[in-house]
């Protein structure tokens, strides 16, 4: 199609590699210290714009990579005759719609460089995909000249929640007619065609325009009966159109992908999980907590880094909620402080989280040591007494004991440390749970 390849690098932004890609791609908003002296209107307003910042990982260079790898593999195939012959199969197979035939489906130039990115929601991969693509040009049009010829780098979709094959195709449409402006999308709804011709189409639309494809949110291809055929019409698209798919979704859909060669074989790609407690997690949190609103400001610490990581399980979308919303609500207290109150208080508003906040590392501190307070004093004589009911207080008698909270205890536990510590001591963990927890042990 194309004189040669250089043709094709010359038209589309160059290759970055390693810090470069990092420099790139990394976000900051506009901030400067004088913005806490304002208003609490003016600084919620400005606080608005945390949600711009974008801490590059490793993770977001091995995506930019293989997608930079993947539209130029892609571009380089539409100069091939092989294109030619495909644009003749795509032909014969819509006249063959047209005229009441079923289409004999079959691909010459399948799109072997697709691939996958999963992981877990929240952890940045629709955020790593999107700055990815805006550095490779995004949706701009690029001009091919002999012959001449509209191509688009990237176009990104989403699967629709009801696996529907036709809105997919539509989607995919309406997003090429937003790009080079023209009128797909309309002429497909109004023809009223049936989905083989809409299929067949929209290939040769994808084969003639678009280097790659990316389908965010596939999971919705477990959740819905009709997954099996939205899957069977994306490897027909594949085959036809010869262009790169990224499919993009949480682990949930790996044993679907894992469940047929081909499907496996079309979705080999990138699987992360949330984020260590290394040094990125620490740079992450040390240059977002610059950006500080509340009149205070606060320094960073440790102690503060190890609870973010604790309470967000190294999710990075959580740990931007948390740090907006402790800002927001400490300056609409009054406040004005960003410290660990306020940080438990954003915490508690995560409740429906919670159940999934569990992170993989579990760092423990030495607790310090302390004289006996006068609640350990008490909680020492109300044992004492339980000995005394236990000896003497009938098997049909009710008794009611309770333990009050150590609240000036600051000694970190689990259970599963009480658990252990029991089982070494050969005594009741009930006895170790004095003073820790509120307990009321009923005797009958």
Same mark, same amino acid.
């Given at each position: 199609?194309?004189?040669n390849?250089?043709?094709?690098?010359?038209?589309?932004?160059?290759?970055?590699?390693?810090?470069?890609?990092?420099?790139k791609?990394?976000r900051?908003?506009?901030?400067?210290?004088s913005?806490?002296?304002e208003?609490q209107?003016?600084r919620l307003?400005?606080?608005?714009?945390?949600?711009?910042f974008y801490?590059p990982?490793?993770?977001s260079?091995?995506?930019?990579?293989?997608?930079? %790898?993947a539209m130029?593999?892609?571009?380089?195939k539409k100069?091939?005759k092989l294109?030619?012959q495909?644009?003749?199969?795509?032909?014969?197979?819509?006249r063959?719609?047209?005229?009441g *035939?079923?289409?004999?489906f079959?691909?010459?130039?399948?799109?072997?460089?697709?691939?996958s990115v999963?992981?877990?929601s929240?952890?940045?991969?629709?955020?790593a995909?999107?700055?990815?693509?805006?550095?490779?040009?995004?949706?701009?049009?690029?001009?091919m000249?002999?012959?001449?010829?509209?191509l688009?780098?990237?176009?990104n979709?989403?699967?629709p929640f009801?696996c529907?094959?036709?809105s997919?195709?539509l989607? &995919?449409l309406?997003k090429i007619?937003?790009?080079?402006?023209?009128?797909?999308?309309?002429?497909?709804?109004?023809?009223?065609?049936? @989905?083989?011709?809409?299929?067949i189409?929209?290939a040769?639309?994808?084969?003639?325009?678009?280097?790659i494809l990316? @389908?965010?949110?596939i999971?919705n %291809?477990?959740?819905?009966?009709a997954?099996?055929?939205?899957v069977?019409?994306?490897t027909e698209?594949l085959?036809e159109?010869?262009?790169? &798919?990224?499919?993009?979704?949480t682990?949930?859909?790996?044993?679907?992908?894992?469940?047929?060669?081909?499907?496996?074989?079309?979705?080999?790609g990138f699987?992360?999980d949330?984020?260590?407690?290394?040094?990125? *997690?620490?740079e992450f949190c040390?240059?977002l $907590?610059?950006?500080?609103?509340?009149?205070k400001?606060?320094k @960073?610490?440790d102690?503060?880094i190890? $609870?973010?990581?604790?309470h967000?399980?190294?999710?990075?979308?959580? &740990?931007l909620?948390l740090f907006q919303?402790?800002?927001?609500?400490s300056?609409?207290?009054g406040?004005?402080?960003l410290?660990?109150q306020?940080?438990e208080s954003?915490?508690?508003?995560?409740?429906?989280?919670h159940?999934?906040?569990?992170?993989?590392m579990?760092?423990?501190?030495v607790a310090?040591?302390?004289?006996?307070?006068d609640?350990?004093?008490?909680?020492e004589?109300?044992?004492?007494k339980?000995?005394?009911?236990?000896?003497?207080a009938?098997?049909?008698?009710?008794v009611i004991?309770?333990y009050?909270v150590?609240k000036g205890?600051?000694?970190?536990?689990t259970f599963?440390?009480l658990?252990n510590?029991a089982?070494?001591?050969?005594?009741d963990?009930?006895s170790l749970?004095y003073g820790?927890?509120?307990i009321?042990?009923?005797?009958?």
């Amino acid at each position: 199609m194309y004189k040669n390849e250089w043709n094709i690098l010359e038209k589309i932004q160059p290759m970055l590699v390693g810090e470069q890609v990092k420099n790139k791609l990394k976000r900051q908003p506009s901030y400067e210290e004088s913005i806490r002296t304002e208003s609490q209107a003016v600084r919620l307003m400005e606080l608005n714009k945390i949600n711009s910042f974008y801490l590059p990982s490793d993770m977001s260079v091995e995506i930019y990579t293989k997608l930079y %790898l993947a539209m130029v593999r892609s571009m380089q195939k539409k100069e091939s005759k092989l294109v030619i012959q495909q644009r003749n199969i795509n032909g014969k197979n819509m006249r063959a719609c047209a005229n009441g *035939f079923e289409p004999s489906f079959g691909g010459i130039i399948a799109g072997t460089d697709s691939f996958s990115v999963i992981g877990n929601s929240g952890i940045g991969k629709s955020s790593a995909i999107s700055k990815a693509v805006q550095l490779m040009g995004g949706e701009d049009v690029i001009e091919m000249d002999n012959p001449y010829c509209k191509l688009i780098p990237v176009i990104n979709v989403q699967c629709p929640f009801d696996c529907s094959v036709k809105s997919m195709l539509l989607a &995919i449409l309406q997003k090429i007619d937003v790009a080079l402006g023209t009128s797909y999308y309309t002429m497909a709804v109004k023809s009223k065609a049936n @989905i083989n011709t809409m299929l067949i189409s929209t290939a040769q639309i994808l084969l003639n325009h678009v280097a790659i494809l990316c @389908i965010d949110e596939i999971q919705n %291809l477990i959740k819905h009966r009709a997954g099996i055929q939205l899957v069977s019409m994306m490897t027909e698209l594949l085959n036809e159109s010869g262009i790169s &798919i990224v499919f993009v979704g949480t682990p949930e859909v790996e044993p679907f992908f894992e469940s047929v060669d081909y499907l496996a074989r079309r979705t080999l790609g990138f699987h992360y999980d949330r984020c260590r407690y290394d040094t990125y *997690f620490r740079e992450f949190c040390a240059q977002l $907590w610059e950006f500080q609103y509340v009149q205070k400001k606060q320094k @960073i610490s440790d102690d503060v880094i190890y $609870w973010l990581y604790q309470h967000s399980a190294g999710t990075m979308s959580h &740990i931007l909620f948390l740090f907006q919303t402790a800002q927001e609500i400490s300056i609409l207290n009054g406040r004005e402080i960003l410290d660990m109150q306020a940080l438990e208080s954003a915490y508690q508003r995560m409740r429906m989280l919670h159940i999934h906040i569990q992170p993989d590392m579990n760092l423990k501190k030495v607790a310090s040591k302390k004289k006996k307070s006068d609640t350990d004093k008490r909680v020492e004589k109300i044992i004492q007494k339980k000995e005394k009911v236990d000896n003497t207080a009938p098997i049909t008698d009710d008794v009611i004991i309770q333990y009050p909270v150590n609240k000036g205890s600051v000694e970190e536990w689990t259970f599963l440390d009480l658990a252990n510590k029991a089982k070494k001591k050969q005594t009741d963990i009930v006895s170790l749970l004095y003073g820790k927890i509120s307990i009321t042990e009923v005797s009958v």
